[in-house]
C-alpha cells in the first residue's frame, strides 16, 4: 500500500489552528503530589506535541491538539518526581517523527520512544529511530485514529523492525481485548496493551473485557499500561472503579505491568485530569513497596532497555 505525499500546511497557519473538542488545557498548574515516587521512576505513557510551527501537525490527521512541546513535558516530569518517560509518537503528527527525534536528543539516556511506522517508513529510518532511542511501535485499533491496520500491514512493520527487539503496542478498545489471542501469538516479542485496554467498567472489574485483559496477562507475553484510569472511570476523580481496576492488575502479574500519565490528555471528554492525582493514586495502585517499584522502575527499564541505575 503507499501512502500518499504529504503535503504540509504553513507553519504560521498550524500556529494559529484551533484545538479539536476533547482536546483541554491541563489543570494549572498540577497539583503537587503526596506520594514521593521511588528515584528512576519512570512515565511509561505520555506525547510530546508540536509546537505546531517548528513540527507541524500532520495533514491528515483526526484530531488537532494544544501544543505540548519537550520541555513543558520535562517541566511537569520535574514536578512530579518522574525521572524517566517513554514518549510516544501521537497519531496527530503521523509517521512524521521529527519531533520525537528532536525531544529524545535532549533525554540524556532517560527517555525513550514508541514509533508509527508507515508504510513507506524505511528500515533506514527505523534504524536511525532505534539509535536515538526509539523501543517499539505502536498499533492504532481506535478508528479515531485512522484506520486500523490489516494483518498485511502488520507483517509489513514486523518485517521493517525485525532484530531491533522492540515491543509491540496495542492501542485496543473494550471487546477487542478478546479477540488479541491470534495477533499476540504472532508477534514475536513483547507486547504492550495501551490504557488497561480501554475497558469498559459498566460490569465492574469482573466483566468479560477485564476477564480477557487478565488472560493476556497470563500468556506471560502480555503486559499492561495501568495508565488513562480517567479515560475509562465511570465515577470520575479520584476514579476509584478505574484504580480498582488496576490494583487488581497489578497484584495479578506485578511483574508486567507500567504507568503513564497519557499527558497531555488529548481526545478526552470533560477536562484533563490532575496529573498530580494520578500519581498520588499509585500509591492505591500498587501498595506493596514491592510491587510500585517493579510499577514505577524495574518493570519500564526492563520493557524499554533503560540502564540499571538511573
Known sequence: MTEPAVVREPAAAQAELL?????????????????????????????????ADVFPYAPDRTFTPLDAPKDQVRALHAH???????????????????GLLDALATGDGRLRGVALIGATTTRGEIEELHRAGVRGFRLNFLPHLRTPPTRAE?????????GLGWTAQLHV??????????????LPGKVVVDHMGRVDLTAGPDGTAPRSLRAL???????VKV????????????????????????KHAPERVVWG???????????????????????????DPAHLRLLMVDNPAELFDFSATP
Open 217 to 223: 496477562l497470563d500468556t506471560g507475553r502480555v503486559w
Open 154 to 162: 502488520i507483517d509489513s512493520v514486523l518485517e521493517r523492525v525485525d
Open 227 to 250: 495508565s488513562g484510569a480517567d479515560r475509562i472511570s465511570r465515577q470520575g476523580p479520584p476514579y476509584a472503579d478505574a484504580v480498582a481496576l488496576a490494583a487488581g492488575l497489578v
Open 80 to 98: 512530579l518526581g518522574l525521572d524517566r518517560a517513554v514518549i510516544v509518537q501521537s497519531s496527530c503528527h503521523g509517521n512524521d517523527h521529527t
Open 19 to 51: 484545538p479539536s473538542p476533547g482536546c483541554p488545557p491541563p489543570p494549572p498548574p498540577p497539583r503537587e503530589p503526596s506520594l514521593l515516587l521511588p528515584p528512576g521512576s519512570c512515565d511509561a505513557h505520555c506525547h510530546v506535541l508540536g509546537p
Open 173 to 186: 478498545h473494550d471487546e477487542e481485548i478478546a479477540l488479541l489471542g491470534d495477533l499476540v501469538r504472532a
Open 261 to 287: 500519565t497519557d499527558y497531555p490528555h488529548v481526545n478526552i471528554v470533560g477536562a484533563a485530569p490532575d496529573d498530580g492525582l494520578l500519581v498520588d493514586l499509585v500509591e492505591h495502585i500498587a501498595p
